[in-house]
Structures are given as C-alpha cells and as structure tokens.
C-alpha cells in the first residue's frame, strides 16, 4: 500500500486527500475481493488513512460584486461568468447545473419559484428559493437553448480553466474552480447573512448536517458585523459603567 501511495504523490503529482480518496477506492474492492475469497490477505490492514485539513476557498462580498458587474467584451468568458454567479445564488453542483430543465423551475407552496431536483451525486433532493439574480440569468438565455436547457453549460474542464481567466480580469486573487460557487453560497451568501445552518443543509442537498458545518466559518466581517450589532442593542439598553481613573 505504501508503493501505491508514493506512485499517487510522484508520478501523478496526488495530494494527500486526493491519494487518500484512491486509496479508500482500492479498499472497497479489496475488500470486496477479500468477501468473496479471491484474496486471503488483506494489505490495508494495518493501513491508516490521514486526511489533511483543508481551507475551502469561497468569494468573500466584495470579490462577488466585482464579477458580477464586470462587463466581458468575450462572449465565452460571459457565460461561464453568468453560471458560476447562478451558482453563488443557487448552490448547485457543476452536474446539477448542467442537468437544469425549464421543469426543474416551479411554483412552491408560498407561490414563489423554486429551484428543485436532486442531487446527481448523493440522490438527494434539493430545494432552493429562486432569488432575483439567478432569476434574471435564466431569463437571459431563456428560449437560446436546445432540449428545454436553462443555462449553456460547456464541459467542467473548459469552465475551470475559463474561470482562471475571469479571476484574473476581475483581479481576484484566488484559484477559482466551478465548486467555489457552491462554497461561495454556503459561506458568504447565506451563513454569513444569518440564515441557520439547517437551511442551508436542506438547500445544498447534504445527507448530514456535519458535512454543511465544514462551511460554518466566522469570518471577521461576521464577527465585526454582530458585534457591531450587540453594541448597538447594548446602547438601547442605556447600560452604564462608572469608571475611575
């Protein structure tokens, strides 16, 4: 196991949570094989797996704004701006997006439009108030595309790569990958704003609420913002302290 963990991390330039992600691929099969008696020995035995802890990266307010009102004198570079904005308003998966039908749009019980299907990844359903920004985008390309399409999605490949190219227009300082729209949602659109980390499980789609928690982060401009907030409700109160010096 140990020579497959250095071919992952030399040859093929794996991180440790990438090899360990094959490495734990390798052991449902070994261990399937193991079940079934096609190998008596099990080489992951005395194998531990160490994940290392990592900081999601995500859009923070500011940079947010500043993609969303760039204005792109290349069409391409446009609309892989107006999917990945769809995505900080929605928190769909690259998959998800792509798989958008005009019938994933509908009217809920409190006569708004809502954003429903499941999860490719997980099977999961996911329900997600449509919000006026993702509105005006699918408004946008409505009746442009084939096959009932709301959005012109190109490969995730093409999108990574394209959105590379974005951030250096738009002068954000990141790596931007497709998935930082959803951590972007988790993170600076909803959490941030206060809204409870139950909604925000149902609306990603997640199986379990630990997996939301990885997106709980306090930012200092949270914590400027609620303390801002206690100082004012503290002055309300006309709480007063008598200091000597």
């Known amino acids: 196991m140990c020579d497959f963990e250095i071919y992952l991390k030399t040859i093929h330039s794996c991180g440790q949570n990438t090899t360990v992600q094959f490495m734990q691929r390798l052991k449902t099969i070994i261990l399937t094989a193991k079940s079934n008696g096609w190998i008596h020995a099990d080489p992951y035995a005395n194998y531990q797996f160490h994940r290392e802890k990592t900081e999601r990266a995500f859009l923070n307010g500011e940079e947010l704004k500043s993609m969303m009102q760039k204005e792109f004198t290349i069409k391409r570079l446009e609309q892989v701006r107006d999917i990945f904005v769809f995505s900080c308003f929605t928190g769909l998966a690259y998959i998800d997006v792509f798989n958008l039908r005009e019938n994933n749009i ?4 409190d006569e708004n439009l809502w954003v429903i299907g499941k999860r490719v990844k997980t099977g999961v359903t996911y329900r997600v108030p449509l919000l006026e920004i993702p509105a005006m985008i699918i408004e946008k390309y409505k009746g442009t595309l084939p096959e009932r399409k709301l959005l012109p999605v190109i490969t995730n490949q093409k999108m990574n790569a394209y959105l590379k190219e974005i951030a250096d227009v738009c002068g954000i300082d990141k790596t ?3 998935h930082v729209a959803r951590h ?8 941030s704003k206060g809204v409870s980390i139950e909604s925000v499980s149902k609306m990603l789609g997640h199986t379990n609420i630990k997996t939301t928690q990885i997106y709980a982060r306090i930012t200092d401009t949270k914590i400027s913002e609620d303390m801002s907030a206690l100082a004012e409700k503290l002055r309300g109160m006309d709480m007063k302290f008598a200091v000597n010096f």
């Open 106 to 109: 509908r009217t809920a019980f």
């Open 176 to 178: 931007l990958s497709f």
């Open 184 to 191: 972007t949602f988790a993170t600076t659109v909803t959490l």
